[in-house]
């Protein structure tokens, strides 16, 4: 019966890994092709000041327009493209989305706004984004303050000293870099240690259970004082309930991001919604 019931399980194993390979080859195949046909799109979710819940900028969050499948999110393609090499245009393309957007908002009384992007392994660890970031900083003439620039943990330690000199590099330009999904990486603290930063965004995995588990409100409430402690300001992701809100502005957490106060939406959206008399959440 065990053998049968492993050749089952064997079968079974097999069939779901063939969807899965033909997925992932159907998405690599269409990827390449995906970025001349304009396929991507650049969405935006709110940050804001948990003080006041005013806006203050955005996080651009990348999304696929696959002409079979709708739109895929990053989570299903960003690692594709990583392994295949994609990654490195694509990324040089989500840079200058942001740039242009930035430029667009500053010439529509929207200066004030800050952009956060996310840089993939490769893109830190390739030699072109100084030199691209550079082109467009001059090229549109904006205020490096007004991006930001994000990095998994993850992704910085796969080469500390490489990491440790672009972080440097792009501080020197007067951009702002962020630590993405803090906490869930091994080496949170030794990160803190190595490498010049502006903010770090706590993962949303602490924020999901800050109600309902006594650790991960003792997690979060103690890595907001240890940023603080450093000079280094914090975003919460993932606030999803009024409670969540209240307990990070409680402990003086900055900023948040979250579908409470809205999901990531296209850029003409956003701009609608600062357009739009602030609406009071909770
Ligand atoms: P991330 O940078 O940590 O982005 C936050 C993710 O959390 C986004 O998922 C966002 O939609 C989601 N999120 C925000 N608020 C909430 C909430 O309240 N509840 C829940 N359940 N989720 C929330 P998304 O857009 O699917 O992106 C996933 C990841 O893909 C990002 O995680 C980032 O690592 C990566 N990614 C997205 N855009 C880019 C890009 O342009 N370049 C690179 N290299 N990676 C990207
Ligand atoms: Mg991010
Ligand atoms: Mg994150
Ligand atoms: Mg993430």
Request: charged letters at 25%; hydrophobic letters at 45%; aromatic letters at 6%.
């Amino acid at each position: 019966a065990a053998k049968s019931q492993g050749r089952g399980n064997f079968q079974f194993f097999s069939a779901a890994m063939n969807v899965a390979t033909h997925e992932r080859l159907m998405l690599e195949n269409r990827l390449w092709l995906a970025l001349e046909q304009h396929e991507f799109e650049l969405y935006l979710q709110p940050q804001v000041r948990l003080a006041d819940q005013a806006i203050i900028g955005a996080e651009a969050l990348l999304r696929w327009h696959h002409p079979e499948l709708g739109l895929v999110g990053p989570d299903r393609f960003i690692p594709i493209a990583e392994e295949s090499g994609l990654i490195l245009p694509l990324g040089e393309w989500v840079l200058q989305q942001a740039a242009t957007l930035l430029a667009s908002w500053r010439a529509r009384g929207l200066g004030h706004l800050r952009l956060a992007v996310n840089l993939s392994a490769r893109q830190c660890h390739g030699a072109g984004l100084l030199p691209q970031l550079d082109r467009l900083l001059a090229e549109h003439g904006l205020d490096p303050a007004l991006l930001e620039l994000e990095i998994t943990e993850s992704a910085a330690m796969q080469d500390p000293e490489r990491s440790r000199k672009l972080l440097r590099e792009l501080r020197a330009r007067g951009c702002k870099v962020a630590i993405d999904d803090f906490g869930t990486g091994y080496s949170s603290l030794s990160y803190l240690k190595l490498f010049e930063i502006d903010r770090i965004k706590i993962d949303r995995g602490f924020v999901k259970d800050i109600e309902s588990d006594p650790n991960d409100a003792v997690i979060v409430a103690a890595t907001i004082a240890l940023a603080h402690s450093l000079g280094l300001s914090v975003v919460a992701e993932g606030v999803e309930t009024a409670a969540q809100r209240d307990f990070l502005r409680a402990k003086q957490c900055e900023e948040g991001q979250g579908y409470l106060f809205a999901r990531p939406m296209p850029a003409v959206q956003f701009e609608a919604l600062l357009a739009a008399p602030a609406e009071q959440a909770g």
